[in-house]
């Protein structure tokens, strides 16, 4: 007997919605450690939904009707295998903050929890939803929980400033996008994007339909922190709690990406010319991946450090998936998942750093974490998998990224800028706990401290177990990622980009059958020696900045890195300024592409 797997996608929307109600209203009745239970709960049961729903995909396509109406008028939901398996990634990140929020947080109370819970029900709708309506419904209900999170310690200005940012830059992405629907809308009279994309085939990219791709990516190039809509995510994750960024850092901003070749493809991919896409967001990627990497290494507060390699790691990703290959868009899906896996760790440990020093300022904690036994040894593989060391995941996906490039130039790039990022972070980790290197010197004026970060739970002596146990997860969870198979990944690309079977199945109800495409190599020799260089050049990068600090790159880079941190000023109105100036170099990119 065959169980139809379409109850699915809407379960897991409907599962974290019901815990966060659950949890909302048992708050003020049952302790702490009763709300905690609740909450692990949803997110496991979540995480089982979701994997069963990855696991149904592999037969083709699973596509739901919310309410059952038909194409004409109802909601569709349509889960191919990247989209179930960043749904499923958004859940377990979930679990892991969870468990690691358990015994973190001194005084959490029950709304912290209610905000992941409801943050989790728009990531996974916003990976499902075949609806560019719905996307911005969950992109906003997304969006909304991730402004409360970041301002969650209230009573710190620097927190409720860093929410306030984040919440007027992205919401006025998110109008942008709005506006763009509406055209759309009132060109073709669906929302829906198989059905809009239908009806614009076959009419040509007039300055409507231009303008409308224009304001709908907007507000997706602002989620994804791509440059020089990037400015929010750096003040975010300096002011949001550390396993707040897990998510920030490794679902939320790469489903901006996502959500940028979905629509792309599936509703302008009649009209909008392949080349265009390709150079557009080919010169985004480029752009953001350098500016990240510089950045990167220039910090010496360690949460910001991580979030500018997440912004490296984001122009990395959109390289990929420029491509608008099978190849590039699977790699560019392995790397991401490889990516949230360490990424997430390395957040996490620096989380212990904060709750066992109190500050997050590189050059304040020289030699102090010397007796650190957790953190000592996981930051530098941490450090090491982010430049991509096989056979972690970030390696295999960068593996495959820089194969379907199949350019010299952009697999420099790779290999420079996972180089740069992760030799920053090995660098932090050999003062902090090797204490190799002088006492750095604290002259800088262009560069933020992290002294003056408020310990978010203490522990003098030993770390509760669930805090250990989310980030060995997380970082077991990358070096799995290098090696799954990777001939399903490239189906699931195939399906990704197959838009006459998504039409055909949404709006004529074809039978979805699994593509059958050539096999993909995992693993090859040179993909290996390019991790392999990668990482060794992120060793050189880290000792060479212990020894002789960034002092001479700094003098001769000093106009420009000053200016740099000008525009990352903080200022509300100046990253305003520059999301309208970015949404029009947007539009001038696809005019001239």
């Known amino acids: 007997m065959t169980v139809d797997p379409s109850w699915l996608p809407p379960l897991g929307i409907a599962i974290p919605l019901a815990g966060a109600c659950v949890v909302l209203a048992l708050a003020k009745f049952v302790p702490r450690i009763v ?9 496991v049961t979540a995480v089982a939904a979701m994997a069963a729903l990855l696991a149904a995909t592999s037969s083709g396509r699973v596509v739901a009707w919310a309410g059952g109406w038909s194409p004409q008028l109802g909601i569709v939901l349509a889960a191919d295998p990247i989209g ?9 990140l979930t679990a892991c903050a969870l468990g690691y929020t358990w015994r973190y947080f001194e005084d959490a109370e029950a709304h912290l929890h209610v905000l992941v819970l409801l943050f989790l029900a728009g990531m996974v709708g916003f990976s499902l939803t075949a609806d560019l309506f719905d996307l911005f419904v969950f992109l906003e209900l997304m969006s909304v929980t991730a402004y409360a999170l970041t301002g ?21 992405g998110a109008y942008f996008s709005l506006a763009g629907i509406g055209l759309l809308y009132a060109r073709t009279g669906k929302l829906g994007m198989p059905q809009i994309g239908a009806a614009l085939d076959g009419h ?20 994804a922190a791509v440059v020089p809509f990037h400015f929010w995510l750096a003040d975010a994750h300096a002011v949001a709690p550390t396993p707040v960024c897990v998510l920030f850092s490794g679902v939320m901003a790469p489903l901006g990406l996502y959500g940028v070749l979905r629509v792309s493809t599936t509703v302008f991919g009649g009209v909008l010319p392949a080349e265009s896409l390709h150079r557009t967001l080919l010169l985004l990627g480029i752009v953001t991946a350098v500016l990240g990497a510089v950045l990167c290494l220039m910090q010496r507060h360690l949460k910001r450090m991580l979030a500018y390699s997440t912004i490296a790691h984001l122009g990395l990703f959109l390289v990929g998936l420029a491509t608008l290959t099978a190849g590039g868009v699977a790699g560019a899906v392995i790397y991401v998942f490889g990516h949230a896996g360490v990424k997430g760790a390395l957040f996490l440990l620096v ?29 530098p593989l941490g450090a090491l998998a982010l430049a991509g060391l096989p056979p972690f995941g970030t390696g295999l996906g960068k593996a495959l990224t820089e194969e379907s490039t199949d350019s010299i130039a952009l697999t420099a790039l790779f290999v420079l800028v996972s180089a740069a990022t992760g030799g920053a972070v090995l660098r932090a980790s050999l003062r902090i706990h090797f204490g190799l290197g002088p006492q750095p010197s604290d002259t800088d004026r262009d560069t933020t401290r992290g002294e003056d970060e408020e310990p ?23 070096l799995l990622i290098g090696v799954v198979p990777t001939e399903a990944l490239v189906i699931g690309a195939n399906q990704f980009l197959d838009r006459s079977g998504l039409l055909a199945q949404v709006l004529h109800g074809a039978i979805a059958t699994p593509l059958d495409v050539t096999a993909t190599d995992g693993w090859t020799w040179s993909g290996a020696a390019l991790g392999l260089l990668s990482a060794a050049l992120a060793v050189a990068i880290g000792f060479v900045g212990v020894h002789f600090g960034l ?10 890195l000053h200016v740099m941190h000008r525009l990352h000023s903080g200022h509300v109105g ?19 592409t």
């Not at 040509?204 to 989620?223: E, N, R, S, Y």
């Not at 300022?361 to 953190?375: I, K, P, S």
Request: aromatic letters at 6%; hydrophobic letters at 55%.
């Open 35 to 43: 709300i905690d239970v609740l909450a692990m709960v949803t997110a």
């Open 204 to 223: 040509g990219l007039d300055p409507l339909v231009v303008a409308a791709l224009v304001l709908v990516l907007t507000g997706l190039l602002v989620k």
């Open 574 to 592: 100046d990253y305003v300024a520059w999301l309208l100036l970015g949404m029009a170099a947007v539009g001038a990119l696809f005019v001239l």
């Open 152 to 172: 969650h310690k209230i009573e710190e200005p620097r927190s409720v400033q860093g929410g306030f940012t984040f919440g007027v830059v992205a919401s006025l």
């Open 351 to 379: 989380g212990v750093l904060l709750a066992r020093k109190g500050n997050v300022d590189e050059f304040a904690l020289h030699c102090q974490g010397r007796d650190e036994r957790l953190t000592k040894w996981l930051l």
């Open 456 to 478: 978010e739970g203490r522990f003098p002596s030993r770390l509760p177990a669930t805090m250990v146990g989310a980030i060995i997860v997380l970082l077991s969870g990358g």
């Open 84 to 92: 179930a398996g960043f749904a499923l990634l958004a859940c377990v």
């Open 551 to 560: 002092g001479r790159l700094r003098d001769m880079l000093k106009a420009p």
